[in-house]
């Protein structure tokens, strides 16, 4: 039997973290069609984020990538942050857009060069302690595009001394996320190219480093829950980059392309019970709106991930094990299909209405003006974008 109450009240607890970088004018090789009002500084983006938790409800962080949010006084920010009722979430240190890192970051072939990455990793760690982050969330573009190119061992054992340097410097309280990729931008090798290499690593630093899962980062077919329940049974699932791809990295809205994936995912967090704030896993989005309007885009990628994990929350479990256990395969199969049909819009208009929230964000967001306002208000000045 699945008590409602329990299920609003998980719902009512969800945390999803946005990027600060969703704010921001993003494109693709071709073309970057900037939009008005886009938020210029990091201070505005934040901005833009508290509105997609105020409409939300569940949206209480914004991630940040230094140097795109880099300040003068990070303890500043994160007050701007709480005036507005948010808080920092993971730091995203950029080791990827610099000339030095043409053959890599951390697993360059020049010590100098891994020098200076690895310095900007724990530079990262004090930018997480000012802002009061307890997340540094790693993604490397590390890798080489010929065979040949460089020594695959060695590269490896650069990462590792990299990890292991940055690891040392964080306090006891912060999680390292480290994200893999199977491809882009290296083609023939990335370092960190799968789940499977990010989790060697992070056993080898310690119990704070775990593995981030980016939804994109796969090759086409592949049963990302099943990677997650294997890591969730080791503990070493950090968290979540949702996004939709199509045929790569596209980022599009998360539950967008495959809401029926997101649901076996999050049946899985559900399953494991590690759904709520204290389970240790990060629920971030990552994404870029090149076309769509950014916040609108954000609330109701937030959205998504809400009705995926309602559905989730919604499996009749006892139901899901008796089928399982007589080896009733359509049976069990019919208990999560019969979950994943319910309509469960009613349901979260519900909590949102018990949360003193509009049982409709996107319709409240778009009456509140604040669009608008932005548009109105955001002039002059440099739009904020990738290397901005
Ligand atoms: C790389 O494709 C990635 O997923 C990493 O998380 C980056 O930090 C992020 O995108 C932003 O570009
Ligand atoms: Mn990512």
Known sequence: MIDRIDVKAALRQQWIETPSWAYGNSG?????????????????????????????GVAPSVA????????EDYEDLAKHAAGLGLQIGAINPNVFQENDYRLGSVCNPD??????????????????????????????????????????????????EALAATYATMPSEMTMLLEYKFFEPSFYTM???????????????????KVLVDTGHHAPGTN???????????ARLGGFHFNSRFYADDDLMVGAAD?????????????????????????MLDQCHNIEPKIRAEIRSVMHVQEAT?????????ALALAQAAGDVLGANE?????????????LAEVRTEMGLDPDPLSAYGRSGYHERIVAERVGGTQAGWGA
């Open 191 to 209: 370092d960190v190219p799968d789940w499977g290499t990010s989790l060697v690593h992070c056993l080898a630093l310690g119990d704070q480093a």
């Open 335 to 347: 208990v999560l299909i019969d979950a994943y049909n319910t309509d469960v819009r009613p349901l």
């Open 259 to 283: 809401p029926f994936q997101l649901f076996r995912i999050m049946n899985e967090i559900v399953g494991a019970g590690a759904l709520g704030p204290d389970s240790g896993v990060a629920f």
């Open 64 to 71: 940040l990538h230094i140097p795109w949010d880099r300040v």
């Open 111 to 160: 010590p100098v060069v891994r020098r200076k990455a690895t310095a900007h990793l724990v530079e990262c760690v004090e930018v997480a302690g000012a802002t009061g982050s307890k997340a540094l969330s790693l993604w490397f573009a590390d890798g080489t595009n010929y065979p040949g190119q460089d020594d695959i061992r060695a590269r490896q054992d650069r990462l590792a």
């Open 310 to 318: 309602a559905k989730a929350l919604l499996v009749d479990r006892e």
């Open 224 to 234: 990302i829950e099943f990677i997650v329940a294997g890591l969730i049974r080791l």
């Open 28 to 56: 693709t090789r071709f073309k970057v069609f900037a939009q008005e009002g886009v938020a210029r500084n990091p201070y505005e983006k934040i901005a833009d984020a508290a509105e997609v938790h105020r409409f939300t």
